[in-house]
Nanobody, 124 residues
Framework: QVQLVESGGGLVQAGGSLSVSCAAS????????VGWFRQAPGKEREFVAA????????YYTDSVRGRFTISRENAKNMVYLQMNSLKPEDTAVYFC?????????????????WGQGTQVTVSS
């Protein structure tokens, strides 16, 4: 099993920056990819970004490409999401998730392990 704990959410004004972190523990050696998802009130949980654990290949959804950067620090079992030029529509609970299916997934069902989420609020 893999345990994930997010941190770093908060309140920021539109145009500002925020970074969220994901600390992984447990059987991280079996992890293929770590992804960030977000869920706004009344909406489905959606894919934001992902990174492969070993090769560090990165994937983004179109709405955040160029504004968000995902990175990892394998020695510390950490994954980060740096969010710049934030918009009110980025407001959501951000979840970290890990999979071991041998490919990056873009669906919630592609990820087995989930953190508890951290709130990101962007004011206009």
């Amino acid at each position: 099993q893999v345990q994930l704990v997010e941190s770093g959410g908060g309140l920021v004004q539109a145009g500002g920056s925020l970074s969220v972190s994901c600390a992984a523990s447990g059987r991280t050696s079996s992890t293929y990819a770590v992804g960030w998802f977000r869920q706004a009130p009344g909406k489905e949980r959606e894919f934001v970004a992902a990174i492969t654990w070993n090769a560090g290949i990165k994937y983004y959804t179109d709405s955040v490409r160029g504004r968000f950067t995902i990175s990892r620090e394998n020695a510390k079992n950490m994954v980060y999401l740096q969010m710049n030029s934030l918009k009110p529509e980025d407001t959501a609970v951000y979840f970290c998730a890990a999979n071991n299916i041998g490919r990056v997934g873009y669906q919630r069902s592609d990820y087995l392990y989930w953190g508890q989420g951290t709130q990101v609020t962007v004011s206009s």
